[in-house]
């Protein structure tokens, strides 16, 4: 369906919406999505907790993609999609945001009622002592280190890091947490990661609260995310969902749109 009219009525009819927004909420913001309209990956899988701790090798590799990567990525801004969102809030609509995104561009439009559910890339924290920086200041040091990786160029990866292929990593420094020279990783869910408990049941307290949900630009394929509509289709509180091509949860949707998340959600602004 391409036309939002259902949208504006399911809306309209839902004091009490909970939101899950994923990838498709940020890709006119310059972000590029994992998933094809099948439900696919496009690229590589992102790299997993157990590879990241387990290996040297891995986060060389991540932390360089990464650095190059992070001059686009934390520039980005939100877009249409996130406005609207931030005003069904302003509305009284909005129960709670929850994102799959870690690209934080929802508290960029002005939502305050947001839940990160896979954390949040503009931060990076010590496995060992729980220390934390910006993720600026990661940059300056892995530049400070790298220095002649500072200008490669490369093309946008979901995650924030860059698409660098065939290219010998094992030169690059990875600097260690300043206070006790453990290893250091961006403050995000990596696959095979789990997602903090007290994330999952703030989310699950809301979404007992909200009499509908509204699905923005999520394939649901990955079941953190999935196991919230599971549930509101258990309780029999409706499921919307405006997302380009297939979702996991097609067969419980009461209406779904098919358009880009900003343009499906202009109405509201």
């Known amino acids: 369906m391409h036309d939002t009219t259902p949208l504006r ?3 309209g009819r839902h004091e009490r919406l909970f939101v899950l927004t994923g990838a498709g909420c940020s890709t006119n913001s310059g972000i590029p999505d994992y998933r094809d309209a099948e439900g696919r990956w496009k690229r590589a899988q992102p790299m997993t907790f157990q ?35 931030a005003r069904l809030e302003t509305m009284g609509r909005s129960e709670l945001l929850l ?11 002005g939502s305050s009622r947001v839940v990160d559910l896979h954390g949040r890339l503009d931060r990076v924290r010590c496995m060992g002592c729980g220390w934390e920086t910006p993720r600026e200041a990661m940059q300056e040091a892995l530049v400070r280190e790298n220095g002649a ?6 093309a946008q990866a979901p995650d924030g890091d860059a698409e660098l292929e065939g290219v010998d990593f094992s030169a690059f420094v990875v600097p260690p947490c300043a206070a006790c020279g453990g290893v250091l990783k961006p403050d995000v869910v990596f696959f095979g990661e789990g ?17 509908a949900v509204l699905v923005v630009g999520s394939s649901l ?4 995310g999935f196991r919230f509509v599971q549930a509101a289709a258990r309780a029999g509180k409706p499921v919307a969902a405006v997302n380009l091509g297939r979702t996991r949860a097609d067969d419980v949707l009461a209406l779904k749109v098919e358009q880009p998340c900003a343009e499906a959600l202009a109405f509201l602004l």
């Open 149 to 154: 990786w500072a200008g490669l160029g490369a």
């Open 51 to 85: 590879a990241f701790m387990g290996s040297h090798p891995a986060r060389q590799r991540y932390w360089a993609r990464s650095l190059v990567g992070w001059r686009s990525f934390g520039k980005v801004r939100p877009n249409g999609a996130h406005a609207a969102l």
């Open 9 to 11: 009525a399911f809306i």
């Open 99 to 109: 994102t799959q995104n870690v690209d934080r561009l929802h508290q960029a439009a």
């Open 221 to 224: 394929m990955v079941y953190s």
């Open 195 to 211: 997602v903090p408990r007290a994330r999952v049941d703030a989310a699950f307290e809301a979404l007992g609260r909200a009499d």
